[in-house]
């Protein structure tokens, strides 16, 4: 619980900066102050991690009683039937159900468990944070291949006085390095060459416009 409060006060503490640096920076005419967003971030080797207020559905084989539906706690454990206080956040499905399978051959013989992600919140640290003139400021979950289009379609779009050619992408998995992305084009415009991939941890910030 502590690393992934740490996780979110350094997400929380990046994301404070960059809003104010891209607010001071915007208001002098800061266009093109940033690289652009590079066109390709594959991450081929990510795999979803278990966050809190997801929904686990944990099958146990010939065992039904000890099957369960739980959600996972704000502070990213579950308990299930012969299975208490379990830490689960931060977890991929396959490693939960083995260390499921550890606690529960204390009591039982050889249990086969499978644990399914129901509904995706994902880990702090991962998700997609869209802020400023967006329609639905919001976080999102990653998810594999993603792009900028696909986040903006699920925060709406942008607002009436939003500035979304002065738009910035904060890269949390490089360190906080900003990069310029033209939501403007990409959505008002068509211009699907303003679409770029994004990465777990990317924070989006939309500027007001001042004209």
């Known amino acids: 619980m502590r690393i992934e409060t740490s996780r979110l006060s350094r997400a929380a503490a990046l994301l404070l900066a ?115 003139e967006a329609a639905r400021p919001q976080s999102v979950a990653f998810r594999q291949n993603m792009s900028l289009l696909d986040v903006m379609i699920q925060s709406g779009g942008l607002t009436d006085f939003a500035d979304g050619n002065a738009a910035v992408l904060v890269r949390g998995a490089e360190g906080g390095k900003q990069y310029s992305i033209r939501l403007k084009d990409l959505l008002k415009r068509g211009d699907i060459s303003a679409n770029v991939d994004v990465k777990p941890g990317d924070i989006i910030i939309v500027p007001q416009s001042w004209f």
């Not at 971030?41 to 099958?59: F, M, Q, S, W």
């Not at 704000?74 to 399978?101: F, M």
């Open 18 to 132: 960059s809003v104010m640096a891209v607010g001071t920076l915007s208001g002098c005419g800061s266009i093109g102050r940033h690289p652009p967003a590079p066109k390709s971030a594959e991450t081929p080797d990510h795999r979803y991690k278990i966050g809190p207020l997801d929904t686990l559905n944990i099958v146990v084989w010939r065992n039904p009683e000890l099957s369960a539906t739980v959600t996972v706690r704000p502070d990213g454990r579950i308990s299930t039937p012969l299975v208490e206080d379990l830490q689960a956040s931060g977890k991929n499905p396959y490693n939960l159900s083995r260390e499921i399978e550890k606690e529960l051959s204390k009591v039982i013989r050889d249990p086969v468990v499978t644990v399914v992600v129901g509904s995706f919140q994902g880990i702090y640290s991962e998700q997609i944070r869209i802020v400023g």
